[in-house]
């Protein structure tokens, strides 16, 4: 059996009662390690749960996912996600792979990021489409996010845009000459985020159009969400820039139109006062 366990989003109590016996009673547990983190580290985790676990970082997933789903054939096995196990990230190649090979699986729900991020006001029912806002590079700088920011401004919808995070990756120079060196692990803030905005915006200056972002578009932005420690500050794109939410994980959100109970409570994050 594998089973998929959402961890939730603050720190390691936050699991659900159900999933906190299932890790203890599995024979291994694995935790995916590259598309978000949790606050507390892989120790705090294994002293909670009292049970050693085995770091499953994007490498381990995408190429041995073979020896996860083998080990499922005979024992329970669990792959434990940030967040929730299918909120953004869906792992559905794993839950083909074991759906192939007759292996059954069971999942258990937790908080997500999708969710929880109506802690700033915003209602859930007013989101469009998410995006990602990957770190750009001097060659590299996509930028198709921002036309699904536009299109969801169109409808009067809210984007939620979730911030690239590189746990254990290449350099493109290592990557090429196949050489297994990784990066310090890094995650982007709102303030990075707001400055590859800008740059978009400062290029796309001459279109008109009210839907367009502008430097003094208003911005939710938030740190460690389900944490103590969790922020939300409201300002303008532009000073977002220099808005600092410490450690991480970040995200933003552009919001469409706001009811006015929306506006009451974003104003209520704002850093005027
Ligand atoms: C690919 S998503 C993974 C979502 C996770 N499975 C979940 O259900 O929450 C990872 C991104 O979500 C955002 N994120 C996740 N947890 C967060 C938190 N607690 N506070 C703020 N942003 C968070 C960050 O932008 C991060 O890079």
Known sequence: MLYFIGLGLGDAKDITVRGLELVKQ????????YTSILTCGKEELEKF?????????REMVEQNAEEIIANAETQEVAFLV?????????HADLVLRAKEKGIPHKVVHNASIMNAIACTGLQLYNF??????????DNWKPDSFYGKILKNRECGYHT????????KEQSEENLIKGKKIYEPPRFMTTA???????????NN??????????ADSIVVCVARVGADDQKI?????KQATQEDLGGPLHSMVIPGELHYLEKDAIDMWSNKS
Do not use: N
């Open 26 to 33: 599995c024979d291994r547990v694995y935790l995916e390690h």
């Open 82 to 90: 940030v967040g929730d196990p299918f909120g953004a990230t869906t």
């Open 49 to 57: 749960y009292q049970r050693d676990i085995i770091l499953a970082d």
């Open 160 to 167: 939620l845009c979730l911030l690239d995070i590189k746990v």
């Open 128 to 137: 469009g489409e998410t995006v990602s806002i990957p770190f750009w590079t």
């Open 233 to 237: 500050v409201t300002c303008t794109l």
């Open 205 to 214: 200056e001459k279109v008109e159009g009210g839907i367009q972002l502008r």
């Open 192 to 202: 990075q985020a707001a400055e590859q905005l800008m740059h978009i915006v400062e």
